[in-house]
């Protein structure tokens, strides 16, 4: 398996053209990002009144969210750094407005004019030092202070992010918090490895009432039954097996035994193959170590 | 990119403090229908400057945006349809923004604005 996307070159080099066309023509990742992005929208919990909000796509890509945000009759602008995404986005004539921009480097709106803010699989991009002049923290807390700013008063962010460990989610939401985010981490589908999820609610604004944080699906029951089928009824990426190593086989279980050998013993006789030995009783057995 | 996104959009420059408002360079304009919806609007007016829009508009060559309004208008369909036109409607394809403090240029090609800073920007 592949090593995270992460890990093997900054955003705008690794959505190159190939991979950004491979991204949005894989019928997997687009379904995964509609469901994704309908979740995003549940937990940002705009008001119900049928009124279309301005919303911010952070790390926008070739707009697979964002079409779900223009299916939910919301306005939106995107923004992000690979211009191959955004050139893919624009062939699909998406309905945002697009931006090229680094997250890292601060968003640049004017104070109180966003609705509220989604992010799919964008923010642990920040975690990486691609630069000598990158450093993590700085930007996620350049990222975090003018997201702070921008979004209006009691609008939410929901930023859903695929860490890498603990350390790095741990990492994620401090810088959140010390800007003066209030809310907290929603993970989805918590007991299962594959179909885990996290979503980062952010609440803009002082605790009230409204800022109970939404409860996480799958969180009780059921879930270690069969990681499988959990993931085939939600169909979702998962974060564990991007890193699962090469598979090996298991040790101390012999793959071809004693009855195998037999078997293909038998079948090169019927062959005709000439010289086959006899099967004796140490057919099949391990030679002795003297050898 | 609509006047929508241009009324938000601010310079990001280290040590700029009124990145605001970006004027703009027209070299080419595309309009676009949308659909209209009012509520949309009276939603969004609040959280608009105004003046930034007018002169916005101006750059574009609407000149039927009134420079001063009143909440009241907000029920007068005519303007609604205007305002509508201005805001949503019109996409600024090819061009470029410039911030009004350290007269920066972010080019605009395809519809999209290039925002990204130079590391002594940062």
Known sequence: MALRP????????????RE?????????????QAKLTERALELLALPEDGVPRLLLDIGC????????????????????????????????????????????????????????????????????????????????????????KCLARGARAVLQIYPENSQQLEMISTAAM?????????????????????????????PSVNSVLPKAIGEDGGSDSDDDSDEEENGTVDVSERQRPAKRPKNG????????????????????????????????????ARF | MRLLTHNMLTCNIKGVTKGFPLSIEVQKLET???????????????????????????????????????????????????????????????GALICPETGRRFPVSKGVPNMLLHEDEV
């Open chain 1, 178 to 206: 010390r800007v003066g985010f209030s809310g907290g981490l929603v993970v989805d589908y918590p007991h299962s490895s594959r179909a885990k999820k996290y979503f980062l609610c952010l609440l803009c604004g002082p």
């Open chain 1, 61 to 148: 890509g070739s707009g697979l969210s964002g079409e779900t945000l223009t299916e939910n009759g919301h306005h939106w602008i995107g923004m992000d750094i690979s211009d191959s995404m955004i050139d893919i986005a624009l062939e699909r004539e998406v309905d945002g407005d697009l931006l090229i921009s680094d997250i890292g480097q601060g968003l640049g709106f004017r104070p109180g004019s966003l609705d509220g803010a989604i992010s799919i699989s964008a923010v642990q991009w920040l975690c990486n030092a691609d630069k000598s002049c990158n450093d993590p923290r700085a930007r996620l807390k350049a990222f975090f202070s003018s997201l702070y």
């Open chain 1, 6 to 17: 992460e890990r093997q070159a900054p955003p705008e080099v690794f959505y190159n053209e």
């Open chain 1, 20 to 32: 950004a066309r491979k991204y949005t023509t894989s019928s997997r990742i687009v379904e995964i």
């Open chain 2, 32 to 94: 676009k229908e949308t659909d209209f919806n009012p509520d949309f609007l009276k939603n969004i007016f609040p959280k608009l400057e105004w003046k930034a829009f007018h002169d916005a508009a101006l750059s574009v060559g609407l000149n039927d945006i009134p420079e001063q309004v009143d909440p009241v208008m907000l029920e007068d369909s005519e303007f609604l349809q205007k305002f509508h036109h201005a805001l949503l409607e019109v996409h600024l394809e090819e």
């Open chain 1, 253 to 288: 279980k012999k793959i071809k035994g004693k009855a195998w050998l037999l078997k293909k013993k038998e079948q090169r006789r019927n062959k005709g193959v000439p010289n086959v030995p006899r099967d004796t009783k140490y057919t099949g057995r391990k030679r002795k």
